[in-house]
């Protein structure tokens, strides 16, 4: 199957400050990125659809200007999560959709802890 | 609208037990189904997906689903637990209509493997 990568898998920040991760298609072109985030023992939320070369769709309740997000090319996609409070800790996934695909392949996930 | 339900947020089997994960789902169209399995701290991994083929769909580790339209319905089943399967498992469905469809996810199911 496809594989998507993270970096990184984790990181720790303070509050106020921003924390960029990355999302990475490792074999395959992805058109359209997904990003996801977990609570503990809860199900995913989508957070935003990310097309190659065009704007983020944010999900209804999502702060687009909070969690900033780039699909500059086919093989990446990245969140951004700016001034980071300690309620943004949380672990983000992102998943990618190629272009000949209907399924969604995910990446391994990144745990984000503000202090 | 799409969405899905996961009765039973945890289940519990013995090493070598039939395993029983239900998942019934609620969509206006003709959907695509997937089952994904997430070990602690780590991404999704795409157990089966069904996208209007066979009804009987088979997928990694010994896994299968059936799709049942009269019920609305895409249990997944394994005959003989493992310890190994102890994990999270996510039902979700999607319409497929665009490659930016998304991707709904029901809230999970635990399954725990007791020797």
């Known amino acids: 199957g496809a594989v998507v990568s993270q970096h990184p898998s984790r990181v720790i920040c303070k509050s106020g400050t921003s924390v960029k991760i990355e999302c990475r298609s490792l074999d395959f072109q992805a058109t359209t990125m997904f990003w996801y985030r977990q609570f503990p023992k809860k199900s995913l939320m989508l957070m935003a659809t990310s097309n190659e070369g065009s704007k983020a769709t944010y999900e209804q309740g999502v702060e687009k200007d909070k969690f900033l997000i780039n699909h500059a090319s086919l093989t990446l996609s990245t969140l951004t999560v700016t001034s980071a409070h300690p309620e943004d800790s949380s672990f983000y996934i992102c998943?990618?959709?190629?272009?000949?695909?209907?399924?969604?392949?995910f990446g391994p996930g990144t745990r984000l802890t503000v202090l | 609208a799409q969405s899905v339900t996961q009765l039973g947020s945890h289940v519990s089997v013995s090493e070598g037990a039939l395993v029983l994960l239900r998942c019934n789902y609620s969509s206006s169209v003709p959907p695509y189904l997937f089952w994904y399995v997430q070990y602690p701290n780590q991404g999704l991994q795409l157990l089966l997906k069904y996208t209007s083929a066979a009804t009987l769909v088979k997928g990694i580790n010994g896994f299968e689903a059936e799709f049942k339209k009269s019920e609305t319905s895409f249990h997944l089943t394994k005959p003989s637990a493992h310890m190994s399967d102890a994990a999270e498992y996510f039902c979700?469905?999607?319409?497929?209509?665009?490659?930016?469809?998304?991707?709904?996810f029901g809230p999970g199911t635990s399954l725990s493997v007791i020797p």
């Open positions: 979700a469905v999607s319409d497929m209509k665009t490659s930016y469809d998304k991707v709904i």
């Open positions: 998943s990618g959709l190629g272009g000949n695909t209907d399924t969604q392949y």
